[in-house]
T-cell receptor
Framework: NAGVTQTPKFQVLKTGQSMTLQCAQD?????MYWYRQDPGMGLRLIYY???????DKGEVPNGYNVSRLNKREFSLRLESAAPSQTSVYFC???????????????FGPGTRLTVL | DAKTTQPTSMDCAEGRAANLPCNHS???????VYWYRQIHSQGPQYIIH???NNETNEMASLIITEDRKSSTLILPHATLRDTAVYYC????????????FGTGTRLQVTL
């Protein structure tokens, strides 16, 4: 049981390049999330997917797109990377059982992205 | 989600209890108090959460005041591995919405 896994762990891009960050969870969770964390700051939500087939914008969605490929996988794409997107990206998942209020989010180890 | 206030930093000697306070005076009746921590460069880790009763698990205890305007996370026997930033978050559970991470409390456990 690996929990939440993310690939790659590190990535360096040049301005204008594109890439996709991958996230997968093996806990049969319904909801998945993408956050970014800039140095010395808290996490900010980029996009989330409450359930398979749905996605919604978070606080800072500009410059990103997401795909909920299936229940396990939720990818984040940068179409044209900018230096302002240099950050650590965390994926998370939660069971999202509204009837029992068990909505704890479990996080992956992060992807450290540098855009030159 | 209600706003929370935490001290910027705290120190604790190894083996002693670490008591981390959090104020959330505008908390609503359906909002839970969650605690997460982030050990350097790692993803945040869930610790505990509660609504109004005190809660305990294998990691920590959560004490919520009767008026629910503040809470305390207790690590009963802090170790060096508990050195981390601790975040107190108030939110409505079961909404698949974001966790709002503030600046948290940086706990330094020392020998």
């Amino acid at each position: 049981n690996a929990g939440v896994t993310q690939t790659p762990k590190f990535q360096v891009l040049k301005t204008g390049q594109s890439m996709t960050l991958q996230c997968a969870q093996d806990m049969n969770h319904n909801s998945m999330y993408w956050y970014r964390q800039d140095p010395g700051m808290g996490l900010r939500l980029i996009y989330y997917s409450a359930s398979e087939g749905t996605t919604d914008k978070g606080e800072v969605p500009n410059g990103y797109n997401v795909s909920r490929l299936n229940k396990r996988e939720f990818s984040l794409r940068l179409e044209s990377a900018a230096p302002s997107q240099t950050s650590v990206y965390f994926c998370a998942s939660s069971e999202h059982r509204t009837s029992t209020f068990r909505d704890t989010q479990y996080f992956g180890p992060g992807t450290r992205l540098t855009v030159l | 989600d209600a706003k929370t206030t935490q001290p910027t930093s705290m120190d604790c000697a190894e083996g002693r209890a670490a008591n981390l306070p959090c104020n959330h005076s505008t908390i609503s009746g359906n909002e839970y108090v969650y605690w997460y921590r982030q050990i350097h460069s790692q993803g945040p880790q869930y610790i505990i959460h509660g609504l109004k009763n005190n809660e305990t698990n294998e990691m920590a205890s959560l004490i919520i005041t009767e008026d629910r305007k503040s809470s305390t996370l207790i690590l009963p026997h802090a170790t060096l591995r508990d050195t981390a930033v601790y975040y107190c978050i108030v939110r409505v559970a079961g909404t698949a919405s974001k966790l709002t991470f503030g600046t948290g409390t940086r706990l330094q456990v020392t020998l």
